[in-house]
């Protein structure tokens, strides 16, 4: 298990949401900080507050994930903990999708984590110390109908995070998967379409941020927020007819 204070952490998607909240409680549990997002005026924001050093860059370019990694061992020699905060969604049928838009999703919840990870792992392993955190997220294990392609992107990175454990197991470094699942932040408002659920009713970036160092300290393969959605991937296996009944009579706009 990993130790924080003094540790050097990557985050993406630092800008706002789940990365800048896992940024700062990172901080506060003595982590060294380099923070990345595509928005340049809030990410230096953040970086001013906890002293961190901000690097811009948009995950969803050819190359991008590891020319991040390269600049990151340039400012710090190392990084010890990784975690791939950045994440956009995609709402609206699979036929009315478009190509670039597809591209875009897989490229920044799913090409770039896997990028970053090859990219830093191999000094982790060289130190036999590190950690890495990915955020997933609930849809992975059920799906929803107008999100497919975001369902299949955090799906991939379920499996990613899962298989990456196994590799990685006695070398000192671990790997970690956070799946929430609804955030109080701006991803339905980016997406263009809010969410219109009655339940799971949203919770705070900061209650995941919690989770992310709390991964990372106790080695935690997978934590799920709110604890009780755990059961959505064990229902849907053992019992797919009673899911899909539930799932239905769930999906159910606010009244």
């Not at 690097?55 to 990151?72: F, K, N, Q, T």
């Amino acid at each position: 298990m990993l130790k924080l204070p003094r540790a050097v952490c990557l985050v993406t998607g630092a800008s706002s949401g789940i990365g800048r909240a896992s940024a700062l409680e990172l901080r506060r549990a003595g982590g060294e900080l380099i923070v990345s997002s595509d928005e340049s005026e809030p990410l230096a924001e953040l970086a001013r507050e906890i002293e961190a050093t901000a690097l811009v860059i948009d995950l969803s370019l050819p190359g991008a994930a590891r020319e991040l990694a390269r600049a990151a061992l340039a400012v710090r020699d190392r990084v010890d903990v990784l975690v791939n905060a950045a994440g956009i969604g995609l709402y609206g049928p699979v036929a009315e999708a478009a190509t670039e838009e597809i591209e875009r999703v897989l490229a920044v919840n799913v090409s770039s984590p896997i990028q970053l990870t090859g990219a830093l792992l191999p000094g982790m392993l060289e130190r036999r110390r590190g950690h890495i955190v990915n955020i997933g997220s609930v849809i992975a294990h059920a799906g929803r109908k107008n999100e497919a392609v975001y369902a299949a992107s955090k799906g991939a990175l379920e499996l990613f995070t899962e298989s990456l454990r196994f590799e990685l197991y006695g070398s000192g470094v671990g790997a970690s998967l956070v799946s929430p699942a609804v955030v109080e932040t701006r991803f339905f408002e980016r997406r263009g379409v809010p969410y219109d659920r009655r339940r799971p009713a949203p919770i705070a970036a900061e209650r995941v941020a919690r989770a992310v160092v709390e991964a990372i300290r106790r080695d935690r393969a997978e934590i799920v927020l709110p604890a009780w959605l755990g059961l959505v991937g064990r229902v849907r296996g053992l019992a797919p007819g009673t899911f899909r009944r539930l799932e239905r009579r769930f999906d159910q706009p606010r009244r």
